[in-house]
């Protein structure tokens, strides 16, 4: 089938912004007491940040595997043991329908917070709140994950003596103060087949990619581990392709040629929604 126009066949990165988005970040996570990281369900391991452990140096943190509503059920518990195990600290499940979530991240932060609490009780200095910040790739839910804990008007702290003039914090609990501002980890990546996947969630601008080349290869991630069910959502017999999908739904352009461009829009659209089913791109590390 004739293609309608040339496609990106690797995803483009901006190296030169990542330093500054890095130094940015640490500067703000030096306020910090824990660290709460957010990973999307459908590529744990894709949209963590190969650097984490240097960024954060010592401080606890709390994995937050979200958007577990748009992936695999079966494979979360195995994810959830396997990132445990791997970063040696908590990891919580939540969703855009769940509304119990803050109060498990409470719960996490003030148990991972309590040998800072310990510290200063010993040195005979008044307790204060635990500082934490919600950090990861863009678009795997930050911000969702700040508007609960923030929720019902929850007073601001404003500038703190000592901290910054600058930072905005949020009193979520009596012992927690919320940086009320996102940490965007820069999506810097070597691996071509992890920036794919980062694409196809969103977690990298629409100008670095193109989105046929990128449907295509989710096409063929997802026949890989769900043949059954993307056959049966798209109704093809035939291989599963960007071209048959057009054929199958008569969507046509000009030559009698499927459209490629609706149909890879459409794929994207639909993988992103949940609509074919709920999935994990990625493979849990043998």
Not at 32 to 59: G, M, T
Not at 154 to 167: D, H, L, P
Request: with cysteine; proline share 4%; glycine share 6%.
């Amino acid at each position: 089938m004739g293609v309608q126009k040339q496609t990106m066949s690797h995803i483009h990165w901006y190296p030169g912004h990542i330093a500054k988005a890095e130094k940015t970040l640490s500067e703000k996570l030096n306020l910090i007491d824990v660290v709460v990281e957010v990973l999307d369900a459908r590529i744990p391991i894709s949209s963590s940040y190969p650097n984490i452990k240097k960024l954060i140096k010592h401080k606890p943190r709390l994995i937050l595997l979200n958007k577990t509503d748009l992936a695999d059920a079966g494979t979360l518990k195995l994810w959830k043991e396997f990132l445990e195990r791997e970063n040696s600290c908590p990891v919580l499940f939540t969703s855009a329908n769940s509304k119990k979530d803050e109060n498990a991240i409470v719960t996490s932060v003030l148990e991972l917070s309590s040998e800072m609490r310990e510290r200063l009780k010993a040195k005979n200095i008044l307790e204060r709140p635990a500082r934490i910040m919600v950090i990861g790739m863009p678009n795997v839910g930050k911000s969702t994950i700040i508007n609960r804990l923030t929720k019902n008007g929850k007073a601001k702290v404003g500038a703190k003596a000592g901290v910054t003039r600058q930072q905005q914090w949020v009193r979520v609990h009596d012992k927690i103060e919320l940086l009320d501002t996102p940490g965007i980890i820069p999506t810097v990546q070597d691996n071509q087949l992890a920036s794919i996947k980062l694409a196809t969630v969103s977690s990298i601008g629409e100008n670095a990619f193109d989105n046929e080349f990128v449907a295509c290869e989710l096409l063929k991630i997802l026949q890989a581990r769900y043949e059954a069910r993307l056959r049966a959502y798209y109704g093809v017999e035939g291989e599963i392709t960007i071209e048959n999908i057009a054929l199958a739904r008569n969507w046509i352009v000009k030559g009698a040629q499927p459209d490629i461009v609706r149909t890879s829009q459409f794929i994207l659209t639909n993988f992103r929604n949940g609509k074919i089913g709920k999935f994990t791109l990625d493979e849990l590390p043998v």
